[in-house]
């Protein structure tokens, strides 16, 4: 089916929040906005069950990367699950942004959260440490293909059990629910912005399984869920 207006192709507009001279004050202030809307459209819902199971299944503390971690709220949340129901997790959060790890160390240390952050270049350093699960969240959206590739194939190579990506699917529903959402729930002008961006940007469901097999990924999931997201799962 063809999308209407301009949703056909994918439109990559640099996002404000990738500018690395983007003001602090508002940098803190997009990421406070982006863990509301990832709050409202159930982001940690999404992956939580896939890896509760693993969890359980190893018997042990599941390692979990989260790349591009931005504020640490996914991380924290699903951290705040697991103590909820009585897993163990070890997350280690990985952000090539100085402001996002300091907000990120600064969420936890709040909550007294067990977990880490440190500074990586995904597209560019070499993956940190052996992890049962690689978990990538809103983040393949702000890469090319030929960025985007390389990464899913390094997200597998590395993954000891299973790779998770939650992402935007690019169509008018989600660029209509998501301005709207920026807009009521959110005070920064960065996040009006960039929430319409990233919907054009998004992959949608059948581009985002072509990329897995370019990536040479097999027998993938790919599930659709609330607030215009995708869910694609890939296990060893």
Known sequence: MQLPGNLTARARVAEIMDRPDLEPHLHRHALRGLATLNFLSRSV??????????????????????????????????????????????????DISPIALEVARGRAEREGALLRFAKFDVLHDDLPGEHDIILCSLFLHHLDEHDAIPLLRRMAAAAQHLVLVNDLVRNRVGLMVVAAAARLFTRSPVVWTDASRSVRAAFTVSELHALARSAGLRDIRLTRHWFCRMLLEWSR
């Open 45 to 94: 819902g999404i992956v939580w069950p896939r890896i509760y199971r693993l969890a359980r299944q190893l018997g042990r503390p599941v390692r979990i990367l989260d790349l591009a971690t931005g504020g640490g709220d996914i991380p924290l949340k699903l951290w705040q699950r697991a103590q909820e129901t009585g897993v163990q997790v070890d997350i280690l959060g990985i």
